[in-house]
């Protein structure tokens, strides 16, 4: 190694890693260049993976193809990866032949470009996180591996003498510890060839199943209800990340993220992300949704390495896209969440009339609740028919009870290491470092009564000056003093809040019942409105009825008169024809008799002649 570098203690990792990369056929000055650079890690996995060397600029690959650079740039970035600047080898063989395929395929137009170009996002951007997280499975695998076979001080004295003497880490270890961290960091090596494999039984699987879900939603479309979007949040996690170390965090993350995926799957359902202390997951039917909900919170409430979570849930029609959802009713879900309690499930309106019929459930109304960008809505809890309050409530007051011991036997310990730290240095201090070692401010600031009192006790039983006593216990008394007055103000504070809560409480539930009365009220104007309308309507009815009676009795009295009349003008006529026809005949009678001798004579000669005629008959009948 180069003099002129100076390189502080190798770590552990660093070890292995040399020790790979000279196994591998590394040079060994390329490896110590590496390890002074910082990039050992990044020549690690250049060898791991065998990336091949870039030999192609943008033209090269443009010309090669056909296709132009700006369609190449597109695709690149749609990938995840940077931009090529022109004129630097960035693509190897491999790029070449893939780039030499797709795109000239799209070209043709045996792809949608919009469509592929999407595609290749969804692909880099999960491939990418799928790397990140092989790289991490492989480190942490290296490390426990290591941990195994390595005696972390042996290793630690070796490579600091190395460091030292000015050799490489590597020669300082001796043959058995090297072969061990070889042999770990070769079973680490073997994890990368088994990943493409992985991915691609993974990728069909989920195909498959991705494709079977959309032929039964095709095939009963009619018959599809709407799918369930929920959000399980992890309580306490912000305040866990501030306390836990690096590698407690890690497993409660894990412990998190596996029982997630594990209820998920039991149901049928699919994890759309994950984000820190959250978990979003949609069902295609809002009753496995609801099942999927309180599992995970049963889940989550029996882990013992875990806190409660809080589930919200919501119906309705969502958007599918690139794997991911979006919607009113994702924006609603995750809003619910936020105001349930731990180990609660809240559900939203769509939910609820969906499962409000269904025996295996029991929903209960709660206030109702503004919601950001959404506005009030009305919430349910849900549990399952039977379960009792006080079946969740015994449980978390025995979790709570257990994080209560663990807390007090936590600040024991911190008490005691305080008293004795103070034993010790106690002579050789001055007041303001003895309270440093004492630690009273920290352990006063949420200390019990009983640890006062130990905190009084070690004061009056150590061998400190009267004067520094009398300080001690006046700063004891004070801190004690003020956390009186702490919790007081917290306790006004709680009692404040309490009444205002109980005051909007209160103010909602004048205001609801100022809504009934005025609904009751205008109910109640709208049924005297509708009663006088029918009224007015019956009175109109009968109205007419007595308007159509006098106009059919009118009807009738006129017919009977006009009949009356017609009778009484025949009678007149046929009085007046007949009085006519007797007047004339008595004209006639009388024109007879004037005439009566002449009709007389005229009858005798018609008479003579007729007697002529019928002797001339009979003579000629002779």
């Known amino acids: 190694m180069n003099g002129a570098y100076q390189v502080g203690p190798l770590s552990e990792a660093e070890v ?91 070209a043709e137009g045996g792809l949608d470009e919009a469509g592929t170009t999407q595609m ?16 991490e499975a492989i480190e942490r695998a290296v490390s426990e591996s290591t941990s195994d076979v390595v005696d972390d001080d042996r290793l630690d004295e070796d490579v600091l003498e190395a460091v030292e003497q000015g050799d490489a880490g590597l020669e300082a270890l001796d043959p058995e510890v090297e072969a061990d961290l070889v042999a770990a ?25 991705a494709a079977r879900r959309r032929i039964i939603r095709a095939a009963t479309e009619e018959e599809v209800d709407d799918v369930c979007v929920g959000f399980a949040d992890l309580v306490g996690f912000t305040a866990a990340t501030q306390e836990l170390p690096e590698d407690e965090l890690a497993h409660v993350v894990d412990r998190f993220e596996s029982i997630a995926y594990d209820c998920v799957a039991v149901h049928g359902g699919r994890v759309i992300k994950t984000i820190g202390d959250e978990v979003m997951f949609l069902t295609d039917s809002p009753k496995a949704g609801a099942e999927l909900a309180l599992d995970l919170a049963a889940a989550y409430r029996a882990d013992p390495d875990l806190s409660d979570v809080r589930v919200g849930l919501a119906a309705g029609k969502v958007l599918e896209r690139d794997g991911d959802v979006y919607g009113p009713v994702v924006n609603l879900a995750s809003r619910i969440v936020a105001i349930a309690f731990p180990g609660s499930v809240v559900v939203g309106p769509n939910l609820h009339a969906s ?40 449980r978390a007051t025995s979790r709570r009870a257990a994080r209560r011991r663990f807390i007090l036997e936590r600040r024991e310990r911190r008490r005691a290491d305080a008293v004795r730290r103070a034993d010790e240095v106690a002579p050789d201090l001055a007041v303001g470092d003895l309270l440093d070692v004492l630690e009273v401010d920290e352990h006063v600031e949420d200390a019990t009564t009983g640890e006062y009192e130990a ?65 009751a009220d205008k109910r109640r104007q709208v049924e005297h409105v509708l009663s006088e309308a029918e009224q007015r309507a019956q009175k109109a009815n009968e109205e007419a009825s007595r308007r159509v009676k006098r106009v059919a009795e009118e009807t009738e009295r006129r017919a009977e008169r006009a009949e009356r009349d017609a009778r009484r003008d025949a009678k007149r006529m046929a009085a007046k024809a007949r009085s006519e026809r007797e007047k004339a005949e008595a004209e006639r009678e009388k024109a007879d008799e004037s005439s009566g001798d002449r009709r007389q004579g005229e009858r005798r ?13 009979a003579d000629g009948e002779a």
């Not at 905190?455 to 003093?481: F, N, W, Y």
């Open 16 to 106: 292995v890693l040399q020790a790979l990369l000279v196994d591998l056929g590394v040079p060994v000055p390329e490896v110590e260049r590496a390890t002074i650079e910082g990039t050992l890690h990044l020549l690690a996995l250049e060898r791991l993976v065998s990336l091949e060397a870039a030999a192609y600029t943008l033209e090269q690959v443009a010309a090669t193809t056909g296709i132009g650079a700006e369609q190449i740039r597109a695709y690149w970035r749609a990938l995840g990866f940077p931009e090529p600047r022109p004129g630097e080898p960035v693509f190897s063989d491999t790029d070449l032949e893939m780039l030499s395929v797709v795109l000239p395929f799209i």
């Open 120 to 135: 290749a996002r969804v692909i880099g951007s999960s491939l990418a996180k799928i790397a990140t997280a092989q790289i």
């Open 185 to 209: 960091a070769r079973r680490a090596a073997e994890l990368l060839p088994m990943m493409p494999r992985l991915m691609e039984f993974v990728w069909r699987r989920h195909l498959g199943h």
């Open 355 to 394: 499962l409000a019929e269904d025996e295996a459930f029991e929903l209960k109304s709660i206030r109702s609740h503004y919601l950001k960008d959404i506005g009030r809505v009305r919430l349910w809890t849900m549990r399952r028919a039977g379960e009792h309050d006080d079946e969740a409530d015994l």
């Open 455 to 519: 905190l009084t006790d070690a004061v009056l039983a150590s061998d400190l000056d009267e004067e520094t006593q009398v300080e001690l216990l006046a700063d004891i008394e004070a801190a004690k003093r003020l956390q009186d007055l702490e919790e007081q103000a917290e306790a006004l504070a709680v009692e404040a809040d309490a009444a205002a809560e109980r005051r909007i409480a209160q103010i909602e539930e004048d205001a609801r019942r100022r809504i009934e009365e005025i609904e």
């Open 605 to 617: 000669r018609l008479g003579r002649r007729s007697g002529d005629d019928a002797d001339a008959d």
